[in-house]
């Protein structure tokens, strides 16, 4: 069986996310690093790039998180 190397990144802070928050996060990565479409999948003309996505962001057990596969 074939492993698939993963990231996982747990912000440690008091205040408590909502899943949709990870939305938030994620254009928080984008904004700061928008040469690197891998965090967002767009070219910077704005424009789609269609792919498996190279990074996640989810909120779990109200803690935000940054998932990555493969990794970077």
């Known amino acids: 069986m074939h492993m698939i190397k993963t990231a996982r990144l747990q912000f440690i802070t008091e ?21 690197e479409d891998s965090f967002h999948n767009h070219y910077p ?13 989810k909120v779990i057990t109200r ?3 940054y998932c990555s596969s493969p990794v970077f």
């Open 15 to 35: 205040h408590r996310f909502r899943m949709r928050d990870a939305e938030k996060l994620r254009g928080f990565f984008a904004h700061w690093f928008c040469v």
């Open 63 to 65: 803690a935000a998180e």
């Open 45 to 57: 003309d704005g424009n789609s790039i269609y792919r498996m996505l190279l990074v996640q962001y």
